[in-house]
């Protein structure tokens, strides 16, 4: 009885701590995001980009976009959402970036608990404390506003798409409804979103539904829908790096796009070590004790989203450069599957591993957010 009681009391203190730690990391999310004003290309993004005045309206976003698909760059949604948030002022997009962030959370912790219900909050502050721990630059991914619109905002799309192609898979599931009139929307902005998240969230949608026709758990209208993702995200895909402006672009890149072959391939393994390298050890922890505690093999949707932060990273190599910003969601697609290991290894066990891990990442989130507040 003694035994159980203290148990009890661990168990009751460490979700104290999780709680206390989760609030204060939100706290200082939002503090930091209220310390990094708008700069660099949020001014530039502040005006009409055909008139050079200031925002006045959403006809100016429109125009703007217009303009910067036929003379810079193919992200008209994401940056679209970037101007919008601009227009609205420092505090107000200081409050969206926290609300976008913790919904980007929410998303993460919902595709690594896939079926599964145990330790739910938990995994959501697991969730939040990798995401700010790992995060390749807090700064210029999360806290600068054209990082944010760029990589959260577009994260979170992206995330709802995986989300419902994960979702397909458990064949207990009943289908989303209206499922095949929203898709259409939700894949375009996918595809049309970032230039390498985009296309290997496509392809994964692609790949999950082959496999689900293949085996013949996708047929009728969950096939038709699936179909029409896959389609809606590949234009949308199309659309971004076909852009005329991409083109214009590039003309300011011109030492970069003289790389070799092989002197982007040296770039892009520089890039694991510099952005990726804390995520990537995250995840092979998270192997080593699932194989070590579950005799079951690695969950068919975890291989799917370590497929889709493969194909992104990838990806990378057909741009100039790799700027660590661009591995933001490469990152949470391996944090979101890492977690998804965690809480089937250790959620089981006797005592409080699971809830010792997650207050181990939500301290260093902590002190992350310390620095830059500091």
Known sequence: ???????????????????????????????????????????????????????????????SQVWHYLNWGGRSITHAFLQLSLMSGERAADVINTIMTLVLVLEMGILA??????????????????????????????????????????????????IVYIRALDPDKKDLPMAVIFLLPLGLITGWSTENMGPSACAVAGLITFMMFKKGTAKGMKLVWMIEGVIASLAGSAICILAPGNSVRTLDSVDDLALTFPERLLQMLKGIGDYLFPALVILVFSIIIYKSNVKDKIPAFVLYLLLGALLSY??????????DRAAFGTCVLIEAASGALMVRALSNEKGNRFEAVTIMMLLSSVLVLLYVLV
Request: proline share 5%; net charge neutral.
């Open 1 to 63: 009885m003694k035994d159980i009681a203290v148990t009890k009391d661990h168990k009751s203190a460490a979700a104290i701590a999780i709680c206390l730690l989760s609030v204060a990391a939100v706290c200082m999310l939002f503090a930091a995001n209220i310390i990094v004003p708008f700069m660099m290309d949020d001014f530039w993004y502040s005006t009409d980009l055909t008139t050079g005045e200031p925002l006045s309206g959403l006809s100016d976003i429109i125009r």
């Open 314 to 323: 990838g990806a990378m190599i057909m741009s100039p450069h790799y700027p």
């Open 113 to 162: 608990g896939n079926s599964y219900g145990k330790k739910k909050p938990v995994l959501y502050a697991l969730m939040f404390g990798m995401l700010i721990a790992l995060c390749p630059n807090l700064r210029m991914s999360m806290l600068w506003q054209a990082g944010c619109a760029n990589y959260v905002y577009s994260s979170v799309w992206i995330l709802a798409f995986y």
